[in-house]
């Protein structure tokens, strides 16, 4: 395959297109679209968000110490490109996008709760790395919508509709190719009907 060489950039596709909530009391609410975020560590778990400082949720989510990571989905699409691109300084995010603001079990940002997963976040660090700076943060709680459960009591993330976002563009995630491990996983052997023996 021949490639082409082109300057450095970010270009780590596809990423979850998220709406980071935040604020600790109604009238400072916002929501702002992260794709910038991402898994760092399993225990405890932690994750991240990187965020440029003149956007309006920087300086709430500095002064918080929290905030509240909530998937989207198909049916939110429209809203989580629109609290991307308008300010929070000039509009009520929830109002103007109908979503409903729930209360977090242990962080004081609040949760979408239109969204199938809400990952409360309690900021450990800020790391400055430039054009963005780094919120790194523990998960303390997940709220996930019954909805996505089955009748097993296991939790069908896959069947929310969420979407990712790629070089500009929003997209539907597409057909399950594997779990994790398939390539390694050894192949069950049909158990053959052996006659009894008299």
Not at 156 to 161: E, G, I, M, N, V
């Amino acid at each position: 395959m021949e490639k082409i060489n082109w300057k450095p950039g970010t270009l780590i596709y596809p990423l979850p297109a998220t709406i980071v909530s935040c604020g600790h009391e109604e009238k400072d609410y916002n929501l702002i679209t992260i794709a910038w975020t991402g898994t760092v560590n399993s225990k405890p778990p932690m994750c991240y968000i990187s965020v440029r400082k003149e956007r309006h949720s920087y300086e709430i989510i500095k002064k918080t110490g929290d905030f509240v990571i909530n998937l989207t989905t198909e049916k939110l699409a429209r809203a989580t490109d629109w609290c991307g691109v308008r300010s929070g300084r000039d509009y009520d995010k929830f109002k103007e996008m109908s979503l409903t603001p729930g209360p977090a079990e242990k962080v004081g940002s609040p949760v979408i709760l239109e969204s199938p997963l809400n990952i409360e976040c309690q900021t450990k660090q800020i790391i400055p790395l430039g054009s963005h700076d780094m919120f790194l943060a523990e998960v303390v709680n997940i709220k996930a919508s019954k909805d996505f459960f089955d009748s097993n009591n296991a939790f069908r993330l896959d069947k929310a509709d969420l979407i990712a976002y790629s070089h500009g563009k929003y997209y539907t995630l597409g057909k399950k190719l594997g779990k994790f491990g398939f390539s390694v996983e050894k192949r069950k052997r049909k158990k053959k009907n052996r006659k009894p023996k008299n």
